[in-house]
């Protein structure tokens, strides 16, 4: 197999489809990351199954309503025609490295899909309460016991003076 695939540390969405071609008694003892070229794979984000499981739906429906892959974007035909078993790699596989990708026997590339997105829309809310303010803060008034320290503060200051121009006078 000559593909070759780069995948970023960045790289989300993505899925990607293998067919296994083995033979069904070894599938059970399969390392998908050898054979991708990877030194190993977050089991979470790897899906590795017969596609009979999927009776009624489909792979072609798997993709789309279990793995959000827009319809337009799947080949169905293709899809549902594999039989035997699949590997699905979602991006989350890697563990945010980047990676290149080199698939060999036993897996065949199918297609690379990307997860569809719901346009990110920036609407006001539609409460008033969560619109928040921007206005700047009215300057507090002080409260009477400042006033109260202030004046008395004066009132300090001013005996102090008299005081020492007393003492000034006197010492002339």
Same mark, same amino acid.
């Given at each position: 197999m000559s593909e070759r695939f780069q995948v970023s540390?960045? *790289?989300? =969405?993505?899925?990607r489809v293998f067919a296994i071609d083995l033979p069904e008694d070894q599938v059970d003892g399969f390392d998908p990351a050898p054979a991708l070229g990877v030194t190993a794979l977050e089991s979470q984000y790897v899906e590795l199954f017969p596609v009979s499981d999927l009776k009624g739906v489909g792979l072609s429906g798997y993709m789309s309503e279990g793995l959000g892959v827009a319809e337009t974007e799947l080949d169905k035909s293709r899809l549902d025609a594999l039989d035997g078993h699949?590997?699905?790699v979602l991006s989350g596989a890697f563990g945010e490295q980047p990676v290149t990708l080199t698939p060999k026997a036993p897996?065949?590339?199918i297609g690379t899909y990307? *997860? *569809?997105?719901a346009p990110v829309q920036f609407e006001p809310?539609?409460?008033?309460?969560?619109? =928040?303010q921007i206005a700047p803060e009215a300057k507090k008034r002080p409260s009477n016991a400042a006033?109260? =320290?202030?004046?008395?503060?004066?009132?300090?200051?001013?005996?102090?003076?008299?005081? =020492?121009?007393?003492?000034?006078?006197?010492a002339s």
């Amino acid at each position: 197999m000559s593909e070759r695939f780069q995948v970023s540390a960045t *790289e989300r =969405g993505i899925i990607r489809v293998f067919a296994i071609d083995l033979p069904e008694d070894q599938v059970d003892g399969f390392d998908p990351a050898p054979a991708l070229g990877v030194t190993a794979l977050e089991s979470q984000y790897v899906e590795l199954f017969p596609v009979s499981d999927l009776k009624g739906v489909g792979l072609s429906g798997y993709m789309s309503e279990g793995l959000g892959v827009a319809e337009t974007e799947l080949d169905k035909s293709r899809l549902d025609a594999l039989d035997g078993h699949v590997l699905i790699v979602l991006s989350g596989a890697f563990g945010e490295q980047p990676v290149t990708l080199t698939p060999k026997a036993p897996l065949r590339w199918i297609g690379t899909y990307t *997860e *569809e997105h719901a346009p990110v829309q920036f609407e006001p809310l539609p409460d008033a309460a969560a619109q =928040g303010q921007i206005a700047p803060e009215a300057k507090k008034r002080p409260s009477n016991a400042a006033l109260s =320290g202030r004046v008395a503060m004066m009132a300090l200051l001013v005996i102090f003076a008299l005081t =020492g121009l007393m003492v000034w006078i006197a010492a002339s």
